[in-house]
């Protein structure tokens, strides 16, 4: 059994959503509902406590006390996982929301390295060896414990996860090689004309001490504060031992709307295995099953309290839906609780919960 105290696990999760349009205003991107059942943030949180770790640290910056009260209501009722808020983590202590936290003292976060100097007394806490860094807008269940012990035994500075993509979409990623012996010989943020088909994973286990050094070199300089753009580009440079982990299965970066639009369409083409894994954070006692074919539905899924007189097509719809008589939904997306009104064309778009409806161009490669 893989031995997790000294494992910081980090959660970053400082994103608008401003790239999602409509389906990212006036939310945070970590909670946008995704497949039916839960949201972005659920993936990362549901593969940690199945792993094995018992708390997770969240890094956050935009909007965060929405965020945490979020969390702190949703992951830590039951015992034995807890999402953690550093300074704001006493205020959590009880099973009740805080009235007020703690005034921010530090600058705001510039970028995912930065979080971790504004946080650093959290994430390099005593005991800690080895620290998993997580973000919160990637769609995949995963068991950390293979890399953690990977990570351990080759005795590397860093381990990446990695996974071999269409080349196509290559230019969206942090591409990586590595040579016979599975080093990292090259890592590009997003490259111009990508020589590889393998992409960081956005997941990975660093050595604590070797990432606190990078991180206290790096402050103060010209940099970008981002792991992917610096940390990681400056450990290469200085010949640290990096090594990758290859992750296998379904693994989705959702950034735009496109992306998110396109995901879903895959969810609803057949059963996968997926539906059955992902974590059931929204409304969990209503059920969700993939529906090849019944009266009014065809290759979508559905929540089992779905009212449905209309006709839906390629979709997937979230629990609360109510389709309205004559109205047609295909290729789309409808979130918790949206009414379609009858007589509704609904193509290739987003349904909001309110029933605002956004079209997606299918296709884009954003």
């Known amino acids: 059994m893989t031995d997790l105290r000294a494992v910081r696990a980090v959660l970053l999760a400082g994103g608008e ?16 509902p995704y497949g039916g059942t839960c949201r972005l943030i659920d993936f990362s949180l549901a593969n940690a406590r199945a792993s094995g770790l018992s708390e997770v640290l969240l890094l956050s910056q935009y909007e965060e ?28 202590r009880g099973p009740d929301l805080p ?12 970028g995912t390295a ?23 807008d990637h769609v995949y269940r995963y068991d950390y414990r293979p890399l953690i012990e990977g990570h351990r035994a080759s005795g590397a500075a860093l381990t990446i996860a990695y996974q071999r993509i269409e080349p196509r979409w290559v230019h969206l990623f942090g591409m990586v090689r590595f040579d016979g012996g599975g080093r990292l010989t090259e890592f590009t943020e997003k490259p111009d004309n990508p020589t590889s088909d393998l992409v960081f994973a956005a997941f990975c286990v660093f050595d604590a001490a070797v990432l606190r050094r990078y991180l206290t070199a790096l402050e103060g300089t010209g940099w970008q504060h981002d792991i992917s753009r610096d940390v990681i580009p400056a450990m290469l440079a200085a010949g640290e031992h990096i090594r990758g982990h290859e992750v296998r ?25 997926e539906l059955a894994r992902m974590p059931r954070t929204l409304r969990p006692s209503v059920g969700r099953s993939w529906v090849a074919e019944a009266p009014g539905v065809r290759a979508s899924v559905i929540a089992s309290d779905l009212v449905n007189d209309g006709v839906v097509a390629d979709s997937v719809l979230f629990p609360g839906v109510r389709i309205g008589a004559g109205a047609r939904v295909r290729r789309s997306v409808v979130l918790p609780g949206a ?25 884009v490669s954003a």
């Open 65 to 92: 006390r929405l965020l945490m009260d979020d969390l702190h209501l949703m992951w830590n009722t039951a015992p034995g996982f807890r999402v953690r808020f550093g300074p704001y983590d006493d205020a959590y």
């Open 339 to 363: 009414v379609i009104p009858p007589g509704a064309d609904i193509e290739a778009a987003v349904v909001l919960e309110d029933g605002h409806i956004q079209h997606v161009a299918e296709g």
């Open 114 to 136: 930065d979080a971790l100097i504004r946080k650093a007394p959290y994430v390099f806490t005593e005991g800690t060896e080895q620290v998993l860094v997580l973000h919160a």
């Open 17 to 32: 959503g401003r790239r999602m349009g409509p389906l990212g205003t006036g939310r945070l991107k970590p909670l946008v």
């Open 249 to 273: 299965g379904h693994w989705e970066d959702i950034g735009t709307v496109e992306r998110y639009h396109r995901a879903h369409l895959a969810l609803a083409a057949g059963p996968a295995p």
């Open 99 to 110: 009235a007020r936290l703690p005034r921010r003292t530090w600058p705001l976060e510039r």
